[in-house]
């Protein structure tokens, strides 16, 4: 009885000396597992096993490139760097980390690189004076700045242009320098998460009738007080008189039944074709599945004329919305017309994977979400196939996504070796790409600009110098040919 009584006192005691070690352990465990204690030396942990062999001990490169340099070449952001972290990007040997890091463990690595970056005291660099493509030296300048989430421009003649901020502003360039006041008077925007006011194009007669198009996210009142108000992409028309919106009339409402509480994919691109057709682009909203149901306007891309009446053979006027053109297109924030064929062509953003670029023909159903190249953000799929009988495969998709956005046919004399071609905009990949179509076929791709910003629109002014405007920082960057080069 004694002994039992000693064992279990000196069990008791050996307990309280070592609970101080054992509290060590726990602690170091949690570090390990991601836990609160010092989050950063478990990071720089989980740097120095996994990551610095290719980006080196002090971040600053090796085998791959360096994280001190403000250049992120796959995606600037928490969202993008934490999935190429989970993902991998396989087509340049970086591996996936799904299997061997927790969700907590990426998050902590993420917070750790861009918290040594902000102690390297580095921000995005400004472009370069001088560039180099295949056929050009270009010359580069950051042509306006700063402005407020540009979304797109448009030029009315060589010495004026437009430009949309998506908190609704519309500002005028004159002579290359931005005028200080917007235009009063513009349609009040709806300016969450991807809404406000978004693309901006003028009349093709617009010397004659002076008519300005402008896209953006309307919202209704809300149905409850605990509801936020539902909202869908809106197109009017005005005019601008002594820096004011003027003479407005709505081309285009969507049903308010088809109204979402969603703040993203509203899609918003106005082109206009030799034929006198105006097109223009809905996303998805967020409602993927209803892509592919005629009577909602969401996921489709529309046309009209430019006063909002209806052709008479558009596709879905029996059976479906009037407007419709196509159906199944995720979210197109990128229309262009060939110069020559009178071709639509358009740029669809994808989930992870899958960004497409597409021949839109009349009538036609471009898959989503029934066939896609992508996954859902989780990593799951959206769908079990990539083709399927009676949906449009794309012309090209890209894998992983550039987050393509702004399309535009090249045309103009300045840079007349690109004449035709396709310049593509890219957000994620903060690029633009060049495009040799031939037919419905691309020949070729090449990036002249990149890294300089998220890529979100692209103008053309009178001659043919090129405009692109980038968000992250709010610029808009010029290139202009200086010499003819030899391609290699």
């Not at 490169?61 to 396989?90: C, E, M």
């Not at 402008?214 to 009017?236: F, G, I």
Request: proline fraction near 6%; include cysteine.
């Amino acid at each position: 009885m004694k002994s039992g009584i000693l064992q279990s006192s000196f069990s008791v005691i050996l307990g309280i000396l070592l609970l101080p070690l054992m509290l060590s352990g726990c602690k170091q465990t949690l570090a390990k597992d991601g836990g609160a204690d010092d989050p950063d030396q478990r990071a720089k942990e989980i740097y120095d096993q996994y990551c610095s062999n290719c980006h080196g001990t002090d971040l600053r490169g090796g085998n791959a490139q360096s994280l001190l340099d403000g250049v992120w070449q796959f995606g600037d952001g928490q969202g993008y760097v934490s999935r190429n972290i989970k993902f991998g990007i396989p087509h340049l040997g970086m591996p996936s980390y799904e299997q061997s890091l927790t969700e907590q463990e990426i998050k902590l690595l993420v917070d750790y690189l861009y918290k040594e970056q902000m102690k390297a005291g580095i921000s995005k660099p400004d472009p370069p004076s001088q560039l180099e493509s295949i056929d050009y030296t270009i010359k580069s300048e950051i042509w306006v700045e700063p402005l407020e989430v540009p979304w797109a421009i448009v030029f009315l003649n060589s010495d004026t242009a437009l430009i949309t901020e998506r908190p609704g502003s519309l500002r005028i360039v004159v002579g290359g320098d931005l005028l200080a006041e917007a235009v009063k008077g513009t349609p009040e925007v709806l300016n969450e998460g991807q809404g406000g006011l978004m693309d901006v194009n003028i009349d093709p007669q617009y010397s004659e009738n002076g008519w300005v198009y402008l896209s953006y996210s309307h919202q209704l009142e809300a149905a409850q007080d605990d509801q936020r108000p539902p909202a869908m992409t809106r197109l009017v028309r005005g005019k601008i008189r002594d820096m004011s919106w003027v003479d407005e009339q709505v081309i285009y409402e969507a049903p308010h039944e088809s109204y979402r509480t969603t703040r993203h994919h509203y899609g918003n691109r106005i082109v206009f074709d030799q034929k006198g057709y105006l097109y223009f682009s809905i996303g998805d909203r967020g409602a993927q599945d209803q892509a592919q149901d005629p009577q909602r306007p969401n996921g489709k891309i529309h046309r009209i004329y430019p006063d909002g009446s209806l052709p008479a053979d558009n596709p879905y006027r029996e059976g479906g919305l009037p407007t419709l053109y196509t159906l199944g297109n995720r979210n197109p924030q990128g229309i262009s017309i060939h110069p020559v064929t009178d071709e639509v062509w358009s740029a669809e953003h994808g989930p992870l994977g899958g960004d497409e670029l597409n021949l839109i023909q009349k009538g036609s159903n471009y898959g989503w979400p029934e066939i896609t190249y992508g996954s859902n953000y989780d990593g799951v799929p959206v769908s079990d196939y990539t083709r399927k009988e009676g949906y449009m495969q794309p012309a090209l998709y890209w894998k992983p996504s550039i987050a393509v956005c702004g399309i535009e046919f090249y045309q103009g004399e300045a840079f007349f070796r690109w004449k035709n071609k396709l310049l593509v905009g890219a957000l994620k990949f903060e690029e633009v790409r060049l495009l040799d179509i031939e037919q419905d076929r691309v020949m070729h791709q090449e990036v002249i600009l990149k890294n300089f910003g998220r890529v979100r629109d692209i103008g053309l002014d009178p001659e043919g110098n090129v405009y692109v405007v980038v968000n992250k920082p709010d610029r808009v960057i010029k290139l202009s040919p200086l010499a003819e080069r030899r391609g290699q």
